[in-house]
């Protein structure tokens, strides 16, 4: 596979460049651009940085929304982009979930500043979702990201340039962004109402960083259509009150799944979990989740749904459950309902690819003005978007090359092959090996691996997380290696609290950096 060049003396060329969302993904993609000297301007529908992150309560905003239609209409984006449910919280360590020089350190006290701060901070080693987003808040400003994003617009479609706008080098290709209020956008009743009230910008790149846990995604079983009761996706669970002394199926024991199940207990009558497969699902966690919880019950994939509540399922043994709700926990789908590429870029709706892309982040026929930061699964963010960002702005600027069309081609060819012989299904294609996915950031961008102990301990948490899913966050078997690093990395924590809490000292200081 052929490697990018560094052109160390190169002059490095300024783009302007238009980053889609400003999520994790969004912002470490915008502060990389910016470093390397391009003009970037950031395009959030939400009136808040955060992504997911940014709690949003779909009953406060959209009653109007039936949660299985909008889930069922692929083609349609929902309107609520956060799937983030009150009790989340994170299933890796925040050790391991900083930016790589502005670590995920517990706050003394709100960076965001005196009134942004009403419920006060989570120092847990595994804080909640709103911990989350306050940190990427405080990376925003930290990262002088504060004029590159505009909130409350919605991106509504971005294509090609005709050849009157294009221009630079080779006549580079360059993109339309069409955008407009994203409250008005929510209370368009149809799309020549919306096209009135668009505003059009040209960019010579764009870089989408969208996220993918948005679009819901649905199985398809016998009777859904009929079924009278409630049926949901998790994307649109919140709380448990509603779900009070109900019998619920939960379809899917991922790791939502479980999750969710583990905040219904408390409340529903009875929980049921619906697995592809009781036998990969009965792990060690599981078996002690149904141990612990009379309430809590295990069975195969659903064979139907009948119209008077019950619902079979496939177990050859006439199991039947009457329930309330069906929940889906069935995954998400990868959407850019706005993306206009004429059919270079798709997203295969059996098998969720998104392709072609080289090394998940170029299209090989629009390279380099139109990118992805975001896409791959089961890797470490954001260090993993970091290294994506840097790469995108090195050869935007033009001190790295990418591959010819052609060699990036063949590379995505060679890679589907590859997984297809190893027998691992298209859906998924975008799950990245470790080994690969710390290659990105040596071979592209010579973007630093994560150290050595963060990776013992995420292997460590994988290992408790799969015994149990109940205690793992609690747990302390940590190695001797690993403990004698976080002390030191506390103790980086406690530096970089200090410079916080003094902007001025900081200021003369050189910045600390994670290099344990």
């Known amino acids: 596979m052929a490697a990018c060049v560094d052109d160390v003396g190169k002059p490095r060329a300024s783009r302007k460049v238009c980053v889609i969302g400003a999520g994790m993904a969004g912002l470490a993609a915008a502060r990389e651009l910016r470093r390397e000297g391009h003009a970037v301007t950031v395009l959030e529908q939400a009136g808040d940085v955060g992504g997911q992150w940014l709690y949003d309560d779909p009953r406060a905003d959209d009653d109007d929304e039936d949660p299985l239609a909008a889930a069922a209409a692929a083609a349609k984006p929902v309107r609520v982009h956060s799937s983030m449910y009150a009790s989340l919280r994170l299933l890796g360590p925040r050790e391991v979930m900083g930016f790589s020089d502005f670590q995920f350190v517990p706050a003394r006290k709100s960076r965001c500043g005196g009134g942004d701060n009403p419920g006060g901070r989570d120092p847990r080693r595994f804080p909640g979702h709103r911990e989350v987003y306050l940190y990427l808040r405080d990376f925003y400003r930290a990262a002088g990201l504060t004029d590159s994003v505009r909130f409350n617009t919605r991106v509504v479609r971005v294509a090609v340039a005709p050849p009157p706008c294009r221009g630079g080098p080779g006549d580079a290709l360059r993109w339309v962004v069409r955008s407009m209020d994203a409250g008005l956008w929510k209370r368009c009743t149809d799309d020549q109402m919306a096209e009135a009230h668009c505003v059009e910008e040209v960019f010579d790149a764009v870089v989408v960083a969208t996220g993918h846990y948005s679009q819901p995604k649905l199985p398809s079983i016998q009777g859904m259509g009929d079924w009278k009761r409630r049926q949901m996706h998790s994307h649109w669970y919140r709380v448990p009150d509603s779900f009070r002394d109900e019998v619920v199926v939960l379809v899917g024991c991922g790791d939502s799944g479980m999750d969710i199940a583990l905040d219904l207990l408390a409340v529903a009558r009875e929980v049921h979990l619906s697995a592809k497969s009781v036998e990969a699902a009965a792990t060690p966690a599981m078996s002690k989740m149904l141990a612990r919880h009379a309430n809590l019950h295990l069975h195969p994939q659903i064979e139907r749904l009948c119209d008077d ?100 081609t063949r590379s995505v060819e060679e890679f589907y092959r590859a997984r297809e012989l190893a027998g691992v299904p298209k859906a998924h294609t975008h799950d990245v090996e470790p080994h690969k996915m710390y290659e990105l950031g040596e071979k592209y961008c010579d973007f630093p691996r994560t150290e050595e102990w963060k990776r013992e301990l995420m292997a460590i948490i994988s290992r408790n997380t799969s015994d149990d899913m109940e205690t793992f966050r609690d747990r302390d078997d940590d190695s001797d290696n690993v403990r004698r690093c976080l002390q030191e990395w506390y103790a980086l924590a406690e530096h970089q609290a200090q410079d916080e809490e003094d902007p001025a000292a900081a200021a003369a200081q050189a910045p600390v950096h994670s290099s344990l």
């Open 309 to 408: 509540g019950r619902v079979v399922f496939a177990d050859g043994g006439g199991g039947v459950v009457a329930a309330d709700t069906v929940m889906y926990c069935t995954g998400y789908r990868y959407s850019f309902p706005f993306l206009d590429t004429e059919g270079k870029v798709a997203v295969e709706d059996d098998d969720n690819r998104v392709g072609p892309l080289f090394e998940h982040t170029f299209p090989p026929s629009l390279a380099p003005s139109l990118s992805f930061v975001g896409i791959p699964r089961k890797v470490m963010v954001p260090w993993f978007f970091e290294a994506q960002g840097r790469w995108i702005a090195g050869v935007l600027s033009g001190r790295r090359a990418l591959p010819s069309e052609e060699e990036m």
